[in-house]
């Protein structure tokens, strides 16, 4: 990693991903259901946090 990444361990990182159809279909349906429907209002979407960014392994 370079010097001036691990300088900025701390910064937030926010990443906007298209998923496939499906999945987003799928998670589209399982926000409608399980989410409540007053505060349903952007589409259904995933949020990865640095932490869990910083354990991803890239393909080799």
């Known amino acids: 990693m370079s010097q001036f990444l691990s300088e900025k361990q701390d910064a937030p ?3 906007t991903l298209e998923l496939e159809k499906s ?6 349906s399982m ?8 505060r349903n209002i952007v589409p259904a979407h995933i949020t990865f946090s640095t932490p869990c960014l910083q354990t991803m392994k890239t393909p080799s």
Not at 23 to 28: E, I, L, N, S
Not at 31 to 38: D, I, L, Q
């Open 31 to 38: 926000r409608e259901r399980h989410f409540p429907k007053e």
């Open 23 to 28: 999945v987003q279909d799928w998670a589209q």
């Open 13 to 15: 990182l926010i990443l």
